[in-house]
């Protein structure tokens, strides 16, 4: 655990990788943990190297025999979903997975829940901040917490109902998000929980992480974003008034605040990321050390809603591999779902494309295939348009998301040279 202590800057750009790396190791470990419960499907050696889980059988209020402590709100949320869910009070069980987990720490922690009624048994996900007081304070999770509260609560379910109401299928439209069966969030007394369904249980899993991915499950992202942004372009017109609390400004500038840690060491990474280029690749390190020295600027740049008007959307905000989930068959993804909505914002589409195919694509993909990528999306986007009863030249003609490419793609850089040295240095 990191001290609160008076620091250098040298220190405080120590202290700030420290954290800046355990931030991130629980998040691939958290979305791990997550999709291991969530994502289902794991290969034959996988599930023989899966601890067995430490499962607590109590009563339905009775208390958790463990060195973690679970917070009462999380019972009492469980107790709600119980009732909702038609179990009997008084004659269910909860059961939590509970110890050391590898999701715990900075942004949440996650446990699966078990309510059992004779021979009925369901399982649940409860998503929580960190039991540690410490951790929550070093960290925004309360922040987080409320954005992914305000998608599964309010977002999600609006987009939903809005598709249905035009007549779009499931089959057809954007409908790709876990089940959320209860949200809560009281930044005051920093009590939150999401309680979601177990994906696992209907064979999904995630892609290796430490793999970038391939083509198939490339398209797959492509086309869902897609239809994700056609739904907030076209709501946006359709119900303008509706949309406006969609217009969640992105949480950069809570999360990152000037000169704090976290921009010390993204500076860091940017310079160490510069070394790693030939002394003749001139025309690359002028262009990263113009980002270096720039940094901060091009983050508010990239974020800022006015400049990508008319053609900004509610954004998924972390789309990297471990935040997907895909369903197989025959071996072939055909399905995926799209977790994590902690930093939902209102930017340009081109955030969420430009984080997915730098973070998640090699060069060579990107080299055979990021034109075609990029069709795909603006293919998907431009059918749900239509459905939804709109013309794709007129809401987001194909020249403007070049144009926003062009002027916002670098984004993907930027979160490139944050995230794949965390990758490359994780112990597994």
Same mark, same amino acid.
């Given at each position: ?15 700030a990788?420290?954290v ?14 997550s999709?291991?419960?969530?994502n ?5 050696? @996988? &599930? ?7 499962? &607590?059988?109590?009563?339905?209020t009775?208390?958790v ?8 709100y999380?019972?009492?949320?469980m ?13 269910y069980?909860?059961? !939590?997975?509970?110890?050391? $987990? ?6 949440? @922690?996650? !446990? ?19 039991? $540690? ?12 917490f ?16 809005y598709? %249905?109401? &035009?007549?779009?299928?499931? *089959?057809?439209?954007?409908?790709n ?8 969030c009281n ?13 696992r249980l ?14 198939? #499950? ?5 086309e ?7 739904v ?10 509706e !949309?406006?609390?969609f217009?969640?400004p992105?949480p950069? #500038? ?11 060491i ?5 310079a160490?990321?510069?070394e790693?280029?030939?002394? *003749?690749d001139?025309?690359e390190?002028?262009k ?5 020295e720039?940094?901060r600027?091009?983050?508010? =740049?990239c ?13 998924h905000?972390?789309c ?7 369903r ?6 055909? %399905? ?8 939902? =914002?209102?930017v340009?589409?081109?955030?969420d494309? *430009?984080?997915?195919i730098f973070c998640?694509? /090699?060069?060579?993909? %990107? ?7 990029? *069709? ?13 009863? #709109?013309?794709?030249?007129?809401? !987001? ?20 040279v ?6 490359c240095?994780? /112990?597994?």
């Amino acid at each position: 655990m990191v001290q609160e202590t008076h620091t250098t800057a040298g220190e405080e750009t120590a202290v700030a990788a420290s954290v800046v790396s355990e931030v991130l190791e629980e998040s691939v470990s958290a979305v791990e943990e997550s999709e291991v419960h969530q994502n289902g499907h794991v290969t034959a050696e @996988e &599930k023989s190297a899966e601890p067995t889980p430490q499962v &607590k059988s109590v009563p339905q209020t009775g208390p958790v025999e463990s060195s973690k402590v679970l917070p009462q709100y999380l019972y009492d949320a469980m107790d709600q979903v119980a009732r909702e869910q038609g179990f009997t009070e008084g004659k269910y069980k909860l059961n !939590f997975d509970v110890g050391s $987990n590898k999701g715990d720490g900075f942004v949440g @922690e996650m !446990f699966k829940a078990h309510l059992v009624e004779g021979d009925r048994r369901e399982v649940y996900l409860c998503k929580i901040p960190p039991i $540690n007081e410490a951790r929550r304070k070093q960290f925004p999770s309360l922040l987080i917490f409320a954005r992914e509260t305000l998608a599964y609560s309010k977002f999600l379910p609006q987009m939903f109902a809005y598709q %249905r109401e &035009k007549g779009v299928s499931e *089959a057809d439209g954007f409908f790709n998000a876990p089940k959320c069966y209860h949200t809560y969030c009281n930044e005051e007394t920093e009590e939150s929980i999401i309680i979601m369904e177990d994906l696992r249980l209907q064979s999904y899993r995630m892609w290796d992480k430490m793999k970038t991915v391939n083509y198939e #499950h490339a398209r797959l992202v492509m086309e869902q974003l897609g239809r994700l942004h056609a739904v907030s372009l076209a709501l946006k017109r359709d119900k303008p008034e509706e !949309f406006e609390h969609f217009k969640v400004p992105d949480p950069i #500038h809570v999360m990152m605040p000037e000169n704090s840690p976290f921009e010390m060491i993204m500076k860091k990474m940017i310079a160490d990321a510069i070394e790693t280029l030939e002394p *003749a690749d001139t025309k690359e390190r002028s262009k990263m050390q113009h980002l270096l020295e720039n940094f901060r600027q091009e983050m508010l =740049r990239c974020s800022n809603s006015d400049l990508a008007e008319p053609y900004t959307v509610l954004g998924h905000g972390d789309c990297w591999v471990n935040n997907m989930m895909y369903r197989y068959k025959n071996g072939v993804p055909e %399905r995926i779902v799209l977790l994590d909505w902690q930093i939902a =914002r209102y930017v340009t589409p081109v955030l969420d494309l *430009a984080y997915f195919i730098f973070c998640g694509t /090699n060069e060579e993909f %990107r080299r055979r295939h990021y034109d075609e990528m990029m *069709a795909l999306y603006y293919n998907s986007l431009a059918t749900l348009l239509e459905k939804l009863g #709109h013309n794709p030249q007129e809401v !987001f003609p194909r020249t403007a998301l070049m144009r926003q490419l062009r002027t916002f793609g670098r984004f993907g850089v930027l979160m490139a040279v944050f995230l794949v040295p965390m990758l490359c240095t994780r /112990n597994e």
